[in-house]
């Protein structure tokens, strides 16, 4: 080789060199300048009612966010995988986002099968993830990385036997789904129930395919004694059984829906049915009509315009649920100055006073929700709509 052919060899790599360092140093600035947040959701399958309106809101307010500059300058890198409503596919997505993605925080899971899923994961990583999902055992006990925005299953039967023990019942019957969020809010409620005098007398259940829950509900109706029936559970379930339960000419006896139903889909879902059905639920689904002294008014109204006038589709909580934990997060990093997983670990736990969709949040080192029972507001559908129940009624 000659000594001219080595020289232009040795510019030749060294030049290479160069463009490859100078690649890696453009991509590592890049990667400096962006926020990577992960995220998981049934946008499709038996859970996309959940994960639709999650997916909606948050791609609409991180592009907002990014509008305005970011969180301290950086763009917010929103990276999301749909599991289908799949809790091993939720797995391997969480995963994914660890391993591959490298985020720095989770924000989503629909739901609580899904949910309890991933936590592992997260919490081996040491990476915080903020939940949309119901079950209390998701918080409780408390794991050190795992936050949730939405009130808890235990919260909605302590609501519902406070409805209805100011109504003077104490007999009740129950007709739960078989899916993850139904059977634990069936176990929640059968733990609180005693605390508010309240008797179960009937029980029956019914699987997340099952498209006629008659047989049960006769069981339910010709039971002795029963002065309100309680349906925890979420999906299409609910709205069968509702149907099923005016067919049968129940409708004279108070029903109780759980918030897993707070959405509009399921007036629509139950028809005429749904008339005089209670639940408890976010302030959110009666924006319009709180008081302006409310501290959630001007949170919620602002929300629902902006995700009605986007989506030209009703608002629900469980979009809602998705701005709470999107905020709470950006708030937690505003102040920890920084992205490092551990330091915002910290500061969604220090949240103190949030106002959200779903209440105001404090959290603690004990309480990695934040809502007391005040947040729930006892909703009845009246005239195809939400109206609020006046305490004690």
Known sequence: MSRYTHVLRSVAVGATALALSSFSLMHSALAQSTIKLGSVLSITGPAS?????????????????????????????????DDGGDANKARTFATRLVEDDKVVAMIGGSTTGTTMAMIPVFEEAQIPFISFAGAVEIIDPVRKYVFKTP?????????????????KFTKVAMISGTDGFGSSMRAQCLKVAPNYGVSIVAEETYGPRDSDMTAQLTKIKAASGVEAVVNPGFGQGPAIVTRNYAQLGMSSTPFYQSHGVASKSFIELAGPAAEGVRLPAAALLVADKLPDNDPQKKV??????????????????????????????VDAMKRAKSTDPKKVRDEIEATKGFVGTGGIVTMSPTDHLGLDLSAFRMLEVKNGDWTLVQPGS
């Not at 966010?65 to 970011?70: H, L, P, R, S, V």
């Not at 009130?151 to 109504?167: G, L, S, V």
């Open 49 to 81: 009612f959940l994960g639709d309106p999650e997916d909606k809101t948050l791609k609409m307010y991180v592009d907002k966010i990014n509008a305005a500059g970011g969180v301290d300058g950086k763009k917010i890198e929103l990276v999301v995988y």
């Open 151 to 167: 009130h808890t299953d235990k919260m909605a039967c302590e609501k519902i036997f406070e409805n209805i023990k100011a109504r």
């Open 300 to 329: 919620v109204t602002e929300y629902k315009a902006t995700y009605e006038d986007t989506t030209k589709q009703p608002v629900s909580t469980f979009g809602g649920h998705a701005y709470d934990g999107l905020y709470i997060l």
